[in-house]
C-alpha cells in the first residue's frame, strides 16, 4: 500500500481544511495517509492577537519524515505569492534528504490559498513545486478531469498546477464544495500515481 503524506501550514485554518480533502481523496484511492503540519515561528502571543487556529488537530512534522512516504502533497497559505516563511523554514532544513537523493522518485504535489481571486495562488503552487522539483520527485497537479475548477457561475479556486481556494481578506470564506472536491480528486491522483509506482 503506497503511504501519503499531507504536509501543510495553516494560519486560520483553511488550508487545514484542504488538507482533509486531499487526505480523503488519497484514502478513498487506497493509499495510507497521515496528515502533519510543520511548525510554527510566529510567537504564540502574537500569534493568538492575530487570531490565529492554534487547535490543529495534526501532529507536527519532522524533516526525517519526508524519506518514510511514496508521496508528499505540500500545502500552504501564499504569502506575496510565494509560500509561507513558516514552510520555507521546514523545507530549507532537508537539505540532508536532497544530497542523499532520498525523495529521488517519489510522487509530489501542492496546494494553497490566498485572500482574494487574484492573490498568488499559481505562483505559490509554482513556489512549492519547485521545491518538489529540487527534490526529484514526480509532480501531479490538478489536471481539468476537475472541470469544477473551468466554472464561471461561482467565484472559485483551483488551477492545474494544484488545489486552491479563495479565503478573503478577513479570512471569512471557508472552502467551497467545488474546492474541496478539487482537494480531494488530487489527493486520488496523488494516490493512484504513487501506487502505480511503488506498488
Known amino acids: 500500500m503506497a503511504k501519503v ?11 487545514e481544511t484542504m488538507a482533509g480533502a486531499i487526505a480523503d481523496g488519497a484514502r478513498a484511492a487506497g493509499a495510507e495517509v497521515d496528515i502533519k503540519r510543520v511548525p510554527e515561528t510566529v510567537p504564540e502571543d502574537i500569534a493568538r492577537a492575530s487570531h490565529f487556529k492554534l487547535d490543529q488537530a495534526a ?19 501564499t504569502r506575496f505569492g510565494r509560500i509561507s516563511s ?11 534528504l536532497w544530497a542523499r537523493g532520498a525523495l529521488n522518485g517519489k510522487v509530489g504535489a501542492a496546494f494553497t490559498s490566498t485572500a482574494s481571486q487574484h492573490g498568488g495562488q499559481e ?14 520527485m514526480v509532480v501531479v497537479g490538478l489536471p481539468y478531469s476537475h ?3 473551468m466554472t464561471l457561475d461561482e467565484i472559485v479556486g483551483g488551477a492545474p498546477y494544484g488545489a486552491t481556494t ?8 471557508k472552502p467551497s464544495e467545488i474546492e474541496l472536491a478539487g482537494a480531494r480528486h ?12 511503488f506498488a
Open 147 to 149: 472541470a469544477g475548477q
Open 86 to 96: 513558516q514552510m520555507a523554514a521546514f523545507l530549507d532544513q532537508a537539505g540532508g
Open 186 to 197: 488530487q489527493g486520488e491522483i496523488v494516490a493512484k500515481t504513487a501506487i502505480k509506482l
Open 166 to 173: 479563495i479565503a478573503a481578506g478577513d479570512g471569512s470564506r
Open 59 to 77: 501532529p507536527i512534522a519532522v524533516v526525517a519524515d519526508l524519506e518514510r512516504y511514496d508521496a508528499i502533497v505540500i500545502g500552504t497559505g
Open 123 to 136: 505562483t505559490t503552487l509554482f513556489s512549492i513545486i519547485t521545491n518538489l522539483l529540487h527534490f526529484g
Open 5 to 15: 503524506l499531507i504536509l501543510y501550514y495553516s494560519s486560520y485554518g483553511h488550508i
